[in-house]
């Protein structure tokens, strides 16, 4: 069965640091592009990250370019998301994808996770 599970979400201070984790099963990552899309209260999806099947190519929204850095381990089956200097907005609900591609941070998710909550509050 293919599945994506994501972890690390907790409560982080602004300014903070949190890494999410997403385990892929019934499938390998090293020939597929996944991303990561989350979601706000009262705020539509938003596309965050993606990074590509080789791994060779990164794209970023605007909101979250320069603090959030995506990566995958192709050894381990999993994808990161690192986010550093968080701020409140960055609050939602975080989910991996496999995606169709990533040629542009418009992202189309193919399937995606369960989800994770991160919570930027002082």
């Known amino acids: 069965q293919l599945q994506l599970v994501e972890s690390g979400g907790d409560l982080v201070q602004p300014g903070g640091s949190l890494r999410l984790s997403c385990a892929a099963s019934?499938?390998?990552?090293?020939?597929?592009?996944v991303g990561w899309l989350r979601q706000a209260p009262g705020k539509e999806r938003e596309k965050v990250s993606c990074?590509?099947?080789?791994?060779?190519?990164?794209k970023y929204s605007d909101s979250v370019k320069g603090r959030f850095s995506i990566s995958k381990d192709n050894f381990r089956n999993m994808v990161y998301l690192q986010m550093n200097s968080l701020k409140p907005e960055d609050t939602a609900i975080y989910y991996c994808a496999r995606i169709e591609s990533c040629m542009s941070i418009n992202i189309v998710p193919l399937f995606w996770g369960q989800g994770t909550q991160v919570t930027v509050s002082s």
């Open positions: 019934g499938f390998t990552l090293r020939h597929v592009a």
């Open positions: 990074i590509s099947s080789s791994g060779g190519t990164t």
